[in-house]
């Protein structure tokens, strides 16, 4: 899966019903890039003082650090996934959560049943990414009012994608439900 791409698999027994559908995705790590962008320019300084001094005969090691600082601080802010999400539907109801939630990260499991969700909904955050870039959470709506995180600090691509796929399976599997002889085709 890219950096900030939706995921979706669906798993079929042999009559072709559904048993199960994973949505996955990623999160932004704000705190993470900005370190990195700090330690990429810490480092791109030290290389540029480093390869001043080196040319008065001395600082070829402080050059050779601030790049490797440099490159770390890159890879910090740009090779390294996002924190990964996924959400599960089960054909028995129940919602599993493998990567766990933001604020419940050790819980696999959201309790009660997937008929009790009346939405689930991307939605903007207050707090922005470096370079400004607006953040989005995935919410899910219970029937009661209640509501869970499933998300949070994902780019907008990335949150109405989980939106949508999450919706997607949820009405796949309602349909499958209420219609025994509904058979989902596995290559839409």
């Not at 650090?65 to 054909?91: D, E, F, H, I, T």
């Not at 995935?138 to 998300?151: A, D, E, N, Q």
Request: net charge negative; glycine share 14%.
């Amino acid at each position: 899966m890219d950096r900030f791409e939706v995921g979706r698999t669906v798993s079929q027994d042999e009559d072709g019903r559904i048993d199960w559908i994973h949505v996955g995705w990623h999160e932004a790590r704000p705190f993470v890039e900005l370190i990195g962008w700090k330690l990429f320019i810490a480092g791109a300084g030290s290389t540029g003082i480093g390869y001043v001094v080196s040319l008065m005969g001395g600082g070829t090691f402080m050059m050779a650090l601030g790049a490797g600082g440099a490159l770390a601080g890159l890879l910090l802010s740009y090779a390294l996934p996002g924190k990964q999400r996924a959400m599960v539907l089960y054909a028995n109801g129940s919602i599993g959560t493998p990567c766990g939630t933001p604020w419940r990260p050790w819980e696999t499991e959201i309790k009660g049943t997937h008929d009790r969700i009346v939405s689930i909904e991307s939605r903007p955050q207050q707090q922005t990414q470096s370079g400004g870039r607006r953040l989005f959470e995935v919410v899910l709506i219970s029937k009661r009012g209640s509501i869970v995180l499933l998300s949070h600090n994902c780019p907008e691509e990335s949150a109405f994608g989980a939106a949508v796929q999450l919706t997607e399976a949820l009405g796949d599997l309602r349909q499958e439900a209420a219609d025994p002889n509904y058979v989902r085709n596995a290559a839409a």
